[in-house]
């Protein structure tokens, strides 16, 4: 698509959503480990549940209708394919919109995988003939923890958009950057609450996004632990789906994936394209490109 177009074709998408025009998702829920979970399903013009779902994960805190999730929606049913946008629940019942930050955060970023597995096996009661899934930031990282971990047969391919990366002592750095705060003692007593089967003990402390906040010291650990797997390419190793990563060429939040990405992309099942210029959230546009990516390697229609 000629940057022209690609100008006209996101204006006349971002009035239809302004207006009103773009047929709304549909709201769906379901019930989890005593939880409520929410999802927006959106289906193509002409085409039923039974023709395939994109199952998609947003990022840290976020939700399935942000901004990047909702446009990739839309995009997808341009393109003809049904897609599941889900909440994850982080530890909330009926979670919609973004974390509250002055919520306890009793939730840990492995969670996402089982609740993962439980919308797959919805999409299967209701009728989904074959699946795909999609991650952005954070989420393609669970993304690929569930290839790894609990895939369904059913799943066929995968796309993770700008997923999060990881390295030893990354924790540690951002923590002093965003908050002034050393993050070794935090974590270390965290780790000594677990160890000693209190994990569910609330300390008072910032916590990802969210400053003067509370946490489980099982979410601390989770969180803030030194965890290889919390690097996407990583997972990847241990992963047997067909997989694109998508990289934002101006990404200055995850600024390390292509590189780190060299390991990976001689793996049969791992393809990866880069979005040049395109920031972490794929703004002005660049989603266009990242969308056709996605569908071309899906390729059900």
Known sequence: MTKTLKQLGGLLLLAAFAGGAAQAADRVELEHDDLTLVGHMETAPGSTIEDGVVLMVHGTLAHGQMEIMQSMQGLLAEAGYNSLSINLSLGQDAREGMYDCDSTHRHKHEDAVDEMVAWVDWLKEEGAERLAVLGHSRG??????????????????????????????????????NYDTELAPLLEKAEALVEEGRGDEIMEMDFIYC???????????????????????????????ETLVVVAGADETVTDLEEKMADRVDDEHIEMTVVPDADHMFRDLYLYDAADAATDFIGWK
């Open 140 to 177: 393609g990282n669970q993304v690929a923890r569930y290839l790894a971990d609990q895939v369904d047969p059913m799943v066929e391919k995968a796309v993770l958009l700008a997923p999060q990366t990881w390295s030893e002592g990354y924790s540690e750095k951002d923590y002093q950057s």
């Open 211 to 241: 400053p003067d906040t509370k946490a489980a010291a099982e979410s601390v650990v989770s969180y803030y632990r030194e965890d290889p797997r919390m690097d996407t390419p990583t997972v990847l190793g241990e992963t047997s789906i």
